[in-house]
């Protein structure tokens, strides 16, 4: 290649010169240099299936982590539910033995209850023939029999038979009354024909007053009759201010006159009937067998 040399300007230095075109359009290799690789460029096939290789096992691995993950976190899960679903089923089990035993007891209790009725039925029948005695004013000198033989001559009039025998007479079991106080007595009759006669008799007279002192008649029942008679109060009050025929059946049961038959009430379910075959006001009456309100 020719080099040209440019004239010097004017006024320059002779020695003075600028570079020259070989100086400008050299080769990387003239200036001692190399060019720094281009890093865009495509890199050559082996170091793209190096790469490639590379990123498949990654993700390989990847995909095995993920599937050990969700194949441990299944197990656990699974198990999970198998003892949730163990102990709903213990619970289950237990409920049902829970509520089996409980059927069984109510099924005893009922058995109870009846065998308790029977026991008290029998108890009353025992006490048919008795008569308890309120308000009997205390004898000076005279024996207890003796007594209740005036009394009973003095009720019944004619129809007193000339001979009144009874089985028994005393004082009702509690504390002693001072001297003076009306006594409550209980007195078996001999016949319970007389017996019945006393009760009709005293039932029909609005009060019975012997020797000073008033006197009531009762019938001699168990403390279970006794205590369902008394939940059965607000029911004879209603019945009373109505002016509705009822009375006491034996040896608990409560009957009342509907027209021209009568109307039993020997269990509590018997209530709302009566009460609403006469239209009663709403009572608050307890259930004298299981001791809670009964429904309205």
């Not at 008799?201 to 006197?215: D, K, Q």
């Not at 279970?224 to 040896?251: E, M, N, Q, V, Y």
């Amino acid at each position: 290649m020719v080099r040209s040399k440019k004239p010097h300007a004017q006024g320059g230095s002779p020695h003075h010169h600028t570079g020259t075109l070989d100086d400008y359009m050299s080769t990387p290799s003239t200036q001692g240099t190399s060019r720094p690789p281009d890093n865009m460029g495509p890199e050559s096939p082996s170091q793209e299936s190096a790469g490639g290789s590379l990123l498949d096992s990654a993700q390989d691995d990847t995909l095995l982590t993920l599937e050990a993950f969700y194949k441990s976190s299944g197990q656990r899960l699974e198990r999970t539910v198998e003892v949730r679903v163990e102990a709903l089923e213990t619970e289950a089990q237990a409920r049902r033995m829970q509520r089996q035993a409980a059927e069984l007891a109510t099924t005893r209790q009922g058995s109870l209850i009846l065998s308790l009725r029977q026991q008290e039925e029998l108890e009353n029948r025992s006490r048919r023939q008795n008569i308890r005695i309120r308000g009997l004013p205390e004898p000076d000198t005279a024996p207890l029999a003796e007594t209740l033989k005036a009394l009973f001559q003095q009720i019944l009039g004619r129809e007193c038979p000339e001979e009144i025998q009874l089985d028994r007479a005393h004082l009702t079991l509690g504390l002693q009354r001072p001297y003076g106080r009306p006594w409550n007595v209980l007195c078996c009759l001999h016949a319970y024909s007389l017996k019945e006669k006393l009760m009709a008799a005293s039932s029909r007279s609005e009060s019975i007053v012997f020797r000073g002192a008033e006197v009531v008649f009762y019938q001699d029942l168990s403390g279970l009759t006794l205590d369902a008679r008394r939940t059965r109060r607000p029911l004879t009050a209603t019945l009373r201010d109505k002016s509705i025929p009822h009375r006491w059946g034996f040896p608990f049961s409560l009957q009342v006159k509907q027209g021209n038959s009568w109307l039993h009430v020997r269990w509590p379910d018997d209530v709302p009937r009566v009460v609403r075959a006469f239209h009663l006001p709403s009572l608050h009456i307890r259930n004298w067998l299981l001791d809670t309100p009964l429904a309205p």
